[in-house]
């Protein structure tokens, strides 16, 4: 009976431990886990519907990765303005996140493994990134190496996703390649957009971000690139002149969010409308493979 016992409060546990999971990654689900699954979906291209659960479940679980050791860094920022976070909400010690962190590791190796050992470099990249992003601080570097960091993080996952979605998880064809190029770059010059909303946060622990190194002039530095990628992605991909005119008008709208936005409000509408503009760019080689390819 007390095994009986002791099996059903660990049961119990689960709904608690999953929710805990969810809430670590939760901020993450539509700036990281929608826009890479969908350039995977696209890029790969799908094998069969049935691999969208493959690509999102890798994806969630390399994010949760990074999401733990992320919010273990800087638990006091939390405190200030993201109180329903694990840490802050206190429904797991740092102690124990830290232990989570750590486990994580070995358990998204062995799952990429299983796919093909093309699939685990990626996940090994993608641990060995989020390593110098946190633990070497990274995060707190000049923006420009934050950047790219982040840059290469987002490649890592894009290249891993792409290689689960594909019929040979061995290896990506041009297509696939030119995307995720093509997506590292967009991060390298437009992922400071999600740096608005934040600076309060970020000036109170001295992090040097865009927004707050350029001051009001930063405003501009999202909108430019946005309108340089949206017409050079409509050239690379072939869009037609309703398709381009489209994608055009939607990154200069974004951008200009940017540049008239002054609340935190303001620019988390902003980044909402970022997001869906990179799921539209991620989107478009599956454009290319079906009119060209």
Aim: charged share 15%; with cysteine.
């Amino acid at each position: 009976m007390s095994l009986l016992r002791q099996s059903a409060r660990l049961l119990a546990k689960v709904p608690y431990f999953l929710h805990t999971c969810f809430l670590f990654t939760k901020s993450d689900m539509k700036t990281t886990v929608v826009p890479v699954s969908s350039l995977a979906a696209a890029s790969a291209p799908l094998s069969d519907i049935s691999r969208l659960v493959h690509i999102v479940f890798w994806v969630w679980l390399h994010v949760l990765q990074f999401d733990v050791s992320n919010q273990t860094m800087d638990p006091d920022e939390d405190e200030m303005n993201k109180r329903d976070r694990p840490l802050p909400a206190k429904r797991i010690t740092l102690q124990q996140a830290l232990f989570f962190r750590w486990l994580l590791v070995p358990i998204c190796w062995a799952y990429s493994a299983l796919y093909s050992i093309e699939t685990l470099y990626a996940s090994m990249a993608l641990v060995a990134l989020t390593v110098i992003y946190d633990e070497l601080g990274a995060h707190r570097m000049h923006w420009a190496i934050r950047n790219l960091v982040n840059a290469l993080g987002f490649c890592a996952f894009e290249t891993g996703a792409t290689l689960v979605a594909g019929r040979d998880p061995t290896t990506l064809d041009g297509v696939a390649l030119w995307s995720i190029a093509a997506s590292t770059g967009i991060f390298f010059t437009t992922i400071h957009s999600q740096d608005f909303k934040d600076v309060d946060g970020d000036r109170a622990i001295g992090r040097q971000t865009i927004p707050i190194v350029f001051g009001a002039l930063s405003r501009f530095t999202v909108i430019v690139p946005l309108l340089l990628w949206s017409v050079g992605l409509s050239v690379v991909w072939g869009l037609d002149i309703a398709t381009c005119a489209t994608f055009v008008v939607l990154g200069l709208f974004v951008g200009a969010q940017y540049v008239v936005g002054k609340s935190v409000h303001e620019y988390q509408v902003a980044f909402y409308w970022y997001n869906l503009w990179l799921s539209a760019a991620h989107s478009l080689p599956a454009y290319y493979r079906i009119y060209y390819a």
